[in-house]
RNA sequence: GGUCGGAUGGCCGAGAGGCGAGGCUCGGGACUGCAAAUCCCGCUACACGGGUUCAAAUCCCGUUCCGACCUCCA
């Protein structure tokens, strides 16, 4: 089997990804900052990485995933007062709307989901080591700034130069040293929540959070660092800058979704409701939503519409049909496998759109087969070996649980099979095709056989 | 101003010097019940102008258009 490669923002290129100790693989993804309901943008980070995560437990790594939540921030302060419930109400409410909306997509569950909040202390660490080695510095009014002209390396992520960055125009230099200076901490405003700290009580600067919880969780280096396009910088140029000038490597590999966009544009929270996920969900199933959402490749914009949607849960319908179908023919799930072109492709920098035209080239196969048991396992056993990396395997519990299994349901369906033979053998189609729709709509798919009605669900 | 990414057929979406990914839609056909499912065939592409090459969607030069980031966005 080919190794994997994956593209490194840092280089910009793709190259044979090495994990540090044998085997096991350390992840930190910068998750949500909990601030309003989740939409299908923050979702396909998601999916993305649980894609990449997926795929490394399948080729034999043990993944320590991390995912955070920033559940402190300026607009989380702001909500709490406009809705009059307390910032931490406020964090709690769209944390579980995030959890809701991973869980509806089947993304896997972090290996651990630290708080920011929670990691007050750690940070407090990596400032004092920051102060101590003279990378820092609390002007006095409560504030810790890094000094980002006394780094050796800025800016090498997003590969910029210091003095070409535009600096905000109304950058107060009261107390810091350059306006480029980014705040570790930030002093208690009134009415504010506020942690003690030795330079003044305050809270917490936004990305001072990742660099001091992947520490704790990672180490000083780990292998893969993923996030949005957007948070190569500020964010995690300012992690970087962070972890390096308290001494730790930090991460081996960048790795960053694209957008999911709308009218070439990137998606923005002013669009309303609609594309949050909970309401996306009232269109379509959350395997669908995934399968759509995983479907474009990661550093790819996708390009949203409720017509590509409609239309990618379709093709996603036609898979589930051909797994549904072989499980007929089978008289069993089919067993997982996973094939060498599809391994080849997810080797390929994560390549799922080769994944997908691999998929529909086994379909083709199995379809033409004639029932065929031994290809029809094979190739159905391909199919569902790739959704299972992919997320959307229909036989997973995640999303077979809904599906009832009881013994009433079955009856009923063969009775209402009985009716449409009865009404097929009085040529009555007109009657058969509508009992075959009205059982169609609730998820049952009925295909005539020369040796009778075959269903399935 | 700096940095980065785009422009591919009716639509979505890959590829990155030669043999037209794949899906959805559409048209024709097989099978069937003038149905569903499935299969087969077909249709329409690489923003524009030059260049390099036996060969360019792909490389080079130029142009146009679009987007993103530039200190609390996935």
Same mark, same amino acid.
């Given at each position: 089997?080919s190794a994997?490669?994956l593209y490194?923002?840092?280089?910009r290129s ?7 100790k044998?085997?096991q693989?350390g ?10 309901p989740p939409?299908i ?10 894609i990449l ?6 080729t ?6 991390v995912?955070?939540v920033?559940?402190i921030d300026?607009?989380i302060?702001?909500?709490a007062?406009?809705e009059?419930?307390?910032w931490?109400a406020?964090a709690?409410?769209?944390?579980r ?5 991973y869980?509806a ?5 972090p290996t651990?989901?630290p708080?920011?909040t929670g ?5 407090i ?8 080695n ?6 006095g009014?409560?504030?810790v ?5 006394k780094?050796?390396e800025?800016l090498t992520l997003?590969?910029?130069?210091l003095?070409?960055l535009q600096?905000a125009?109304?950058?107060d230099?009261t107390?810091? =040293?350059?306006p480029?200076d980014?705040a570790?901490?930030?002093?208690a =405003?009134?009415g504010?929540p506020?942690w003690p ?6 809270r917490?600067?936004w990305?001072?959070?990742c660099?001091?919880?992947?520490h ?5 280096a780990?292998?893969?660092? #993923?996030? #949005? ?6 964010h995690?140029?300012?992690e ?5 000038a308290?001494?730790?490597?930090f991460?081996n ?5 694209a ?5 070439g544009e990137?998606?923005?929270k002013s669009l309303g409701n609609?594309?949050?996920v ?16 995983g479907s ?15 239309e990618s ?5 036609r898979?589930?049909a051909f797994l549904?179908?072989? =499980?007929s023919?089978?008289?069993a799930e089919?067993q997982?496998?996973i094939?060498a072109?599809f391994?080849?492709a997810?080797?390929?920098?994560l390549?799922v759109?080769?994944?997908?035209a ?8 199995g379809?033409?087969?004639?029932d065929?048991k ?5 190739t159905a ?18 999303f077979?649980?809904?599906k009832s ?5 079955d ?10 033979e009865?009404a097929r053998?009085? =040529?009555?189609?007109a009657?058969?095709?509508a ?5 169609a709509?609730l ?8 040796n009778?009605?075959?269903w399935?669900?």
């Amino acid at each position: 089997m080919s190794a994997l490669n994956l593209y490194d923002t840092k280089t910009r290129s793709i190259a044979p990804f090495k994990s540090l100790k044998p085997k096991q693989v350390g992840i930190y993804l910068c998750g949500a900052t909990v601030q309003a309901p989740p939409h299908i943008g923050h979702i396909r980070s998601g999916v993305n990485f649980d894609i990449l995560r997926r795929w490394l437990i399948a080729t034999g790594y043990e993944v320590t995933f991390v995912r955070n939540v920033t559940d402190i921030d300026d607009k989380i302060l702001h909500k709490a007062v406009h809705e009059e419930i307390p910032w931490w109400a406020v964090a709690m409410k769209y944390e579980r709307a995030f959890t809701d909306a991973y869980n509806a997509l089947n993304v896997l569950p972090p290996t651990y989901e630290p708080r920011a909040t929670g990691h007050i202390t750690q940070m407090i660490n990596l400032m004092q080591i920051l102060i101590d080695n003279g990378s820092a510095y609390a002007p006095g009014n409560g504030d810790v700034y890094l000094e980002v002209r006394k780094l050796k390396e800025y800016l090498t992520l997003s590969n910029q130069k210091l003095d070409d960055l535009q600096t905000a125009e109304d950058a107060d230099l009261t107390y810091k =040293k350059d306006p480029r200076d980014f705040a570790l901490w930030k002093a208690a =405003k009134a009415g504010d929540p506020s942690w003690p700290t030795p330079w003044g009580d305050g809270r917490p600067g936004w990305h001072l959070e990742c660099s001091a919880m992947a520490h704790a969780y990672l180490g000083e280096a780990f292998d893969i660092h #993923g996030g #949005g396009l957007d948070l190569i910088f500020p964010h995690h140029e300012n992690e970087i800058a962070q972890s390096q000038a308290a001494g730790y490597k930090f991460a081996n590999t960048w790795m960053h979704n694209a957008w999911v966009t709308t009218s070439g544009e990137k998606m923005s929270k002013s669009l309303g409701n609609s594309l949050q996920v909970q309401e996306i969900l009232k269109k379509v199933r959350g395997i669908e939503l995934r399968w759509y959402l995983g479907s474009a490749h990661y550093r790819s914009m996708l390009e949203f519409s409720f017509d590509a949607l409609a239309e990618s849960a379709t093709a996603f319908r036609r898979v589930e049909a051909f797994l549904a179908r072989a =499980k007929s023919v089978l008289g069993a799930e089919p067993q997982p496998v996973i094939a060498a072109e599809f391994a080849a492709a997810m080797n390929d920098d994560l390549a799922v759109p080769q994944a997908l035209a691999f998929i529909a080239e086994s379909m083709r196969i199995g379809n033409t087969s004639a029932d065929d048991k031994k290809v029809i396992a094979k190739t159905a056993g391909e199919v569902r070996g790739a959704l299972s990396i992919l997320g959307c395997d229909p036989f997973d519990p995640v999303f077979a649980a809904s599906k009832s299994n009881d013994a009433a349901m079955d009856g009923l369906i063969k009775l209402a099979l009985e009716q449409r033979e009865a009404a097929r053998l009085r =040529k009555d189609f007109a009657a058969a095709d509508a009992i075959r729709d009205q059982i169609a709509s609730l998820g049952v798919i009925v295909e005539d056989t020369p040796n009778g009605p075959r269903w399935s669900y």
